[in-house]
């Protein structure tokens, strides 16, 4: 069972255009950090956000965490074929990680 | 410097031997972490350790899966009796922190385990 929904599950869509990814659970954590996983590699840290409402950059990318620091978001702008990959949100509570279900990303050139 | 290293890379075993999966994680890091993976899906917790003490190990599925990390470096991952529905991708990391706070955790390549 894993706390954290990540929506959609998939999502494919052609360079230049917009998307937003969710990452919702009804737990209270610490701190949320988005990964990226490509094929055949372990997951790669993007950011870690831990202050309710905080919101941080990226480049093209900006990620959310909630007011209540149950939820975040990933907005990713102008999409590039390289930022195809498996995103993955990951709720920090006391030096644990929870992972959410994943959100698999294609963008077409 | 070397990151987190995991063997073996690729393990075929038949339903019900034992299975033992190394993790190496990166020198200096005090928790690691073991991880199991279905294609498209996020990492599922089993376990962690800080140093070589088990600090939460209510992600193991069953009895059958153990892990130990005796001198605070490598960490044993053992399935015992191994049955099909084990077959997964084995993920390990290692965070440089302790406490209560939350660090970047470094994954390993895993380990794809299949039972026949």
């Known amino acids: 069972t894993q706390l954290l929904e990540q929506s959609p599950q998939f999502l494919s869509i052609q360079e230049g255009e917009n998307l937003t990814v969710y990452c919702n659970s009804s737990s209270v954590f610490s701190s949320l950090q988005w990964y990226r996983q490509e094929p055949g590699e372990g997951p790669v840290l993007l950011v870690t956000v831990v202050t309710g409402g905080e919101v941080k950059k990226l480049k093209r990318l900006t990620f959310q965490f909630g007011d209540a620091r149950k939820d975040s978001s990933l907005h990713i702008t102008a999409a590039q074929p390289g930022d195809t990959g498996l995103y993955l949100c990951a709720g920090g509570r006391a030096n644990n990680l929870f992972f959410g279900t994943g959100t698999r990303l294609t963008v077409i050139p | 410097g070397a990151g987190v290293s995991q063997s073996p890379r690729y393990k075929v075993t038949k339903r019900g031997q034992d299975v033992a999966l190394r993790c190496d994680p990166i020198s200096g890091h005090v928790s690691l972490y073991w991880y199991r993976q279905a294609l498209g899906q996020g990492p599922e917790f089993l376990t962690y350790f800080n140093y070589e003490a088990q600090q939460d190990k209510s992600g193991l599925p069953n009895d059958r899966f153990s892990a130990e990390r005796p001198e605070g470096s490598i960490s044993t991952l053992t399935i015992q009796r191994t049955e099909q529905r084990d077959s997964a991708m084995y993920r390990c990391?290692?965070?440089?922190?302790?406490?209560?706070?939350?660090?970047?955790?470094?994954f390993g390549p895993g380990t794809r385990l299949t039972v026949t």
């Open positions: 990391a290692s965070s440089l922190g302790a406490g209560t706070g939350t660090y970047e955790q470094y």
